[in-house]
């Protein structure tokens, strides 16, 4: 029988720092400051941990800004985001949801708390997520994936619940569609208690650790670190914790060169400047002006 993975690393939580003026987040990971090797398929998570924001009739968020070469998936833990993109796509992700889009050959979009949310105010948690796209498929045609909270699987644990978003996950297959093979599990515990559960051999894997703190068999991981674990082994076996809230983010490597330049991610040089030109001369499209 093949060992358990392990972890290999954590990675410790940076300083915070405003997107816009709507998310107050903390990079956890970056393939600018580890091995890309490693976390590949992803590419950097932010996590906007829990804020209040008061009632305001004023938008808050990020204006228009372009992407090329990969994709953003947005998890709405707590409040709720307005999405447009000149892709066409758009529309509103409310608590438990997740947004998924497809930059691929480029588009330019905004996010912002809902009309909602910012009346009324509340508490706001937010995950971003960058995947990489492989080389034949960095230029596809943009898409936009929507999927609300009762769209995913829910497996109940002893105590607490797994949200399948992507993959699968002992015959329970999340909605995500993806270019390459990827499991995304988010889980919640409600208790002291074991999970075990099995992953292919041979694929990064990270435990982002949201809220609260669990094991990777005798390692640690508190809150806002992450577990880099070892491509060895078929399964992971974890001590959960009461209140222990954590992302798995699970997926086959993309064995390729990355060239990262602000919102773009490409193969090449080349690739980096022919986006920049492409998206001060339109090609990305723009969004209309919305009507007031």
């Not at 497996?155 to 949200?163: A, I, P, Q, S, Y």
């Not at 809220?211 to 880099?228: A, H, I, R, T």
């Not at 001060?280 to 723009?286: F, T």
């Amino acid at each position: 029988m093949k060992p358990s993975k392990s972890i290999e690393k954590v990675i410790a939580p940076r300083e915070k720092h405003w997107v816009g003026d709507g998310f107050y987040v903390s990079t956890l990971f970056s393939m600018h400051s580890e091995d890309a090797r490693k976390i590949s398929p992803f590419l950097l998570l932010d996590h906007a941990s829990p804020k209040d924001f008061r009632p305001s009739s004023q938008k808050k968020g990020v204006g228009t800004h372009p992407h090329r070469g990969f994709e953003t998936v947005t998890f709405a833990i707590q409040g709720e985001v307005d999405h447009r993109d000149s892709g066409g796509g758009g529309g509103t992700i409310t608590t438990g949801g997740v947004q998924w889009m497809t930059a691929g050959s480029g588009v330019v979009h905004e996010e912002f708390h809902s009309k909602n949310f910012t009346g009324k105010g509340g508490t706001f948690e937010m995950v971003q997520l960058w995947v990489n796209l492989p080389k034949k498929h960095k230029m596809t045609k943009p898409r936009y994936q929507s999927m609300n909270k009762e769209d995913f699987p829910v497996v109940e644990l002893e105590k607490g619940k797994l949200k399948v978003v992507a993959g699968d996950y002992e015959g329970h297959k999340g909605p995500a569609q993806t270019f390459t093979p990827i499991n995304i599990y988010e889980v919640f515990s409600e208790g002291d208690q074991t999970l075990k559960f099995k992953l292919p051999e041979n694929y990064n894997t990270l435990i982002v650790q949201l809220k609260g703190s669990s094991k990777v068999f005798d390692q640690s991981l508190k809150e806002g670190e992450v577990g880099v674990l070892s491509q060895a082994g078929e399964s992971v076996s974890m001590q959960l914790s009461q209140g222990s809230h954590f992302l798995v983010l699970n997926g086959e490597p993309i064995d390729e060169p990355i060239m990262a330049y602000g919102p773009f991610v490409m193969n090449t040089k080349a690739e980096i400047v022919e986006a920049i030109n492409d998206f001060e001369a339109g090609k990305m499209g723009q969004l209309v002006q919305e009507k007031q």
